[in-house]
């Protein structure tokens, strides 16, 4: 028996408001999420890694600026070869694979903790919005606290050709050089860049595939073809990567600039300020196109992974709090 037919039963037994029905994860069910979302984070970002290259470059580049994700790549690849597409490599995956852990585990963790606090489940279902933002905010916060020093190793060993050969000597120049406040200048930018996305990413996500269930009876859901499931994971992750990179563009280019030490000396919220005023409205969106491909890629095949990782792993569904019925787990 599902969540939603347990629920529906006891509200028809009881009458009035449905009670207060959560699943009860244990730490073996969380380390099984950490470990997909590391997985389905690390393979996905670290697949993308030419795109997010010149991504970067456009974003940094004025020479750049008004390429497109096809003729910025032939130039890098013509002026300092194909090897150069795989820059970064080694902090992306690091990077996303402790962040993609915490995010992932975190999110099913604040989520239902939020469900809690909202008492019963017509309230959790009333107030979902408002419960995915904050699941998918806080488990952002703490997840970029781990990621925040790889990705600025990253973005130099991007922007500036000969930093260092890779993860371990760039990480080291750039704590020797900067300490503890050049690993985290960037703290700031990518909270304001990573928590829009985890909004977009989680939010999206859970109402696409509301609207995708919302007629569909119990039966009919369990019934669904694998392809059918696909299809809808698919659709959902396309427009959630979408959302993700239309809300986070603005901050993610303010990050790249950062990370190369642009900007004027001064506080980090200054520093952005002015960065932004410079940079303009379309500045701040140069290469959203091939950040939207590059986006819409990572989330849906994230979340294509995430569900395929913890059904190998025998982990328990998520929480849902769809309008169509109550809390109940995902199919």
């Not at 469900?115 to 408002?130: C, H, M, N």
């Not at 959630?240 to 993610?252: N, T």
């Not at 960065?275 to 091939?290: H, K, N, S, T």
């Amino acid at each position: 028996m599902t969540y939603t037919e347990k629920a529906q039963e006891l509200r028809a037994a009881v009458g009035g408001k449905a009670p207060f029905v959560v699943p009860q994860f244990s730490t073996k069910d969380y380390s099984s999420f950490f470990l997909a979302g590391a997985l389905c984070a690390t393979l996905t970002h670290g697949a993308m890694t030419p795109i997010d290259v010149v991504k970067t470059r456009i974003q940094i580049d004025p020479e750049m600026a008004r390429m497109s994700l096809l003729s910025g790549g032939r130039r890098i690849v013509a002026q300092e070869g194909p090897a150069a597409l795989l820059t970064g490599f080694g902090p992306t995956a690091v990077g996303y694979l402790v962040q993609g852990g915490a995010k992932f585990a975190g999110y099913e963790y604040w989520k239902k903790q939020f469900v809690q606090i909202a008492g019963d489940q017509e309230s959790a279902v009333q107030y979902r919005t408002a419960i995915y933002l904050g699941a998918s905010s806080v488990a952002e916060f703490f997840a970029d606290i781990l990621l925040t020093p790889l990705e600025a190793t990253r973005i130099r060993l991007v922007s500036q050709r000969h930093y260092a050969t890779g993860l371990l000597t760039g990480f080291a120049r750039l704590a020797r050089e900067e300490g503890l406040g050049g690993l985290y200048a960037g703290f700031l930018p990518i909270l304001c860049k990573q928590i829009p996305y985890a909004i977009g990413q989680f939010t999206v996500n859970e109402f696409c595939h509301e609207l995708a269930f919302r007629n569909m009876s119990e039966e009919t859901k369990r019934s669904l073809s694998g392809s059918a499931k696909f299809g809808i994971s698919l659709g959902s992750g396309i427009l959630a990567g979408f959302a993700a990179a239309i809300l986070s563009q603005p901050a993610d280019t303010l990050l790249s600039q950062i990370n190369k030490g642009h900007g004027p000396e001064g506080s980090m919220p200054h520093r952005l300020k002015v960065l932004a005023q410079q940079a303009g409205f379309r500045g701040l969106f140069a290469g959203l196109g091939p950040r939207m491909i590059m986006t819409a890629g990572l989330v849906s095949g994230q979340f294509l992974l995430y569900g395929a990782v913890k059904d190998a792993l025998g982990a328990p569904a998520g929480l849902e709090i769809h309008k169509e019925s109550s809390a109940a787990a995902k199919v």
